[in-house]
């Protein structure tokens, strides 16, 4: 599986934002999809994560303005981000991996299979 990360860009808070995850492979539909972010000087942070079967789960920081969904005849995964604010600057990515593996360590980054390159988002104040 390739993961392409795209949709990032600068925004005014306040703003939003669709992230996509394009994945290439026929197993697609089978992996959990996390998106993580790392905001410069500081470590990769879970953002929030959909099962094969759509169900999600996400991030104390992320509840009530990030949305994940999944489209699986169109191999992608999509984050909304709305409201935008300045302390969501950071590299999102997308990454896929076993479900019950990813969630047995508490989806520690390491534990996934695969990655797409980052797409930068920019909230400026």
């Known amino acids: 599986v390739q993961l392409q990360a795209s949709g990032g860009g600068l925004v005014q808070a306040g703003g939003s934002l669709r992230l996509s995850c394009a994945a290439s492979?026929?197993?697609?539909?089978?992996?959990?999809i996390s998106w993580f972010r790392q905001a410069p000087g500081k470590q990769r942070e879970l953002v929030a994560t959909?099962?094969?079967?759509?169900?999600?789960n996400y991030a104390d920081s992320a509840k009530g303005r990030f949305t994940i969904s999944r489209d699986n005849a169109k191999n992608t995964v999509y984050l909304q981000i709305n409201s935008l604010k300045p302390e969501d600057t950071a590299v999102y990515y997308c990454?896929?991996?076993?479900?019950?593996?990813?969630?047995?360590?508490?989806?520690?980054?390491?534990?996934?299979?695969?990655w797409g390159q980052g797409t930068q988002v920019t909230v400026s104040s």
């Open positions: 959909i099962t094969s079967d759509g169900s999600t």
């Open positions: 492979g026929r197993t697609f539909s089978n992996y959990a």
């Open positions: 990454a896929a991996g076993s479900f019950a593996r990813i969630a047995s360590m508490n989806f520690a980054p390491h534990l996934y299979d695969y």
